[in-house]
DNA sequence: CTTCAAATCCAACAAAAGTTCCAGACACAC
DNA sequence: GTGTGTCTGGAACTTTTGTTGGATTTGAAG
């Protein structure tokens, strides 16, 4: 942690196609936090904290309910960028940003977001792009909730082919129980519970402690249909 | 049906801050179409059928899941505008558009859209902000799926101070139970379930064929917490 | 090696949601 | 009127999910 942290703008997708000169504003508008482990980067409903970059360390965006359950819809590690939407309109940030690990995070008011956009109407481009696929992802996990059962959002969980896009940064082996049932949407024991019973239907496997996922096919049955696929008995005859 | 139907372009929030000579363009690259009741403006998943400017009519907006269940985005009555989001990034469409009474609708193509854009760029300004308001309520919506039992959601819907926004064009008392089900993620008959238990728990009561809210505050509370409101047997003493 | 905290396993139970079924009510066309 | 289709009311049942609680394993720290 004795390096200066530093971060490469022009690979960000917000400011992609910017040439050194024009990133000069970018970075001189930016400002550098750093976050020890367990702190917040900003909460749900308070003002907009803007644009943040990440440097270094790990973030979890989550939702939480009046009980303390906890809807993880982002776990990323750096580098990457989030709470476009709260920078780019200037109202209050959607979900909780909080430190898994230390980190340090650029940020970019709204303010001056605006003054960028306006002034290089690249950066509003790329800026609408990454709204519109935001949209897309959040309607996607809309669909999972509305549509699928816990086993097979399990099953989309492992199939992690970008299922749950630049979103989670660790493959499902590695979260713990815990986590995976924040990301699902539902409680440890009931993530344990699948977790057991697409090991003895084949669709996983334990290696050491963890779970890999041992047929694709048969997962992505599940996840699409939400039925454990059948066996085939007889495959040939 | 003979009146030529028009639409106020101005008043779109797309294209709201365009003088008249910066509509034109607007209005020289729009199309009219016609849609009978029943059919479909657009499918889920189809390339980009560009932005929908409603003129006259209503429109459904949902998913479907494999076995034939809805989910209702959104139940617009012109004017109205949708498909933002393939509009401005020209990937698929993220839903599909049925029209549930005859409808008119003015298209513009993802390519029309993107040169109106560059050329203005308050358009693009417009654009993310839609956006970014879209974003935010499915994540509203993301939110209850996750969070809020079926008679919360159900509440909620009651509440309807826009709690739903503008993509629910009706009062949920003239919505058909099974509509109210596809906008709540669920099916009728739990739809009428939970109708009854609120109505002996006081918070709607029946007026004619349809429900009202009773009780704004019990409705609130259930929205909030999944809990029905506790009746105050003795308020002074 | 011992000890502690965290993560896991597992069973039993409770609650919520989904499903199936059928009987009325109502609206509209004939 | 009579039929026909849609919408509603409501019971009974199944499945899925959530909850509780305790036993066991694991990894890291001492």
Redesign the interface.
């Known amino acids: 942690m004795l390096a200066v942290q530093v971060i490469n703008w022009s690979q960000l997708e917000l400011f992609t196609g910017l040439d050194a000169v024009q990133l000069t504003p970018v970075i001189a508008s930016a400002r550098r936090h750093v976050y020890p482990a367990g702190s917040f980067l900003f909460r749900e409903g308070e003002a907009s904290a803007g644009y943040f970059a990440l440097s270094d360390g790990m973030v979890r965006l989550y ?1 939480a ?2 009980e303390g ?1 906890l ?1 993880t819809l982002s776990l990323l590690r750096a580098p990457a960028a989030f709470n476009e ?1 709260a920078a ?2 200037g ?1 209050p940030n ?2 909780n940003a909080l430190a898994v690990t230390d980190c340090v995070a650029f940020t970019l008011s709204h303010g001056s977001l605006r003054a960028l ?2 002034s290089e ?1 690249v950066v ?2 790329n ?3 990454i ?6 992802d ?2 996607e ?3 999972d ?3 699928r059962t816990i086993p097979g959002r399990l099953a989309k969980l492992f199939l992690h082919q970008s299922a749950y896009g630049q979103h989670i940064c660790e493959a499902p082996s590695h979260l713990s129980q815990e986590d995976m049932a924040s990301i699902l ?1 539902t409680t440890r024991e009931v993530v344990g519970r699948a977790l057991r019973s697409l090991m003895t239907a084949g669709l996983l496997r334990k290696q050491g402690r963890y779970y890999a996922a041992a047929d694709l096919d048969g997962l992505l049955t599940l996840a ?2 939400n039925e454990l696929p059948q066996k085939l008995t007889c495959v040939k005859k």
Chains 1, 2 share one sequence.
């Open positions: 939702r309910n009046p359950r809807h939407v780019v309109d109202g959607p979900l956009m306006s109407s509003m481009g800026a609408l792009k709204l519109a696929h935001i949209n897309r959040t309607l996990r809309l669909e909730m509305t549509f949407g699409e249909t």
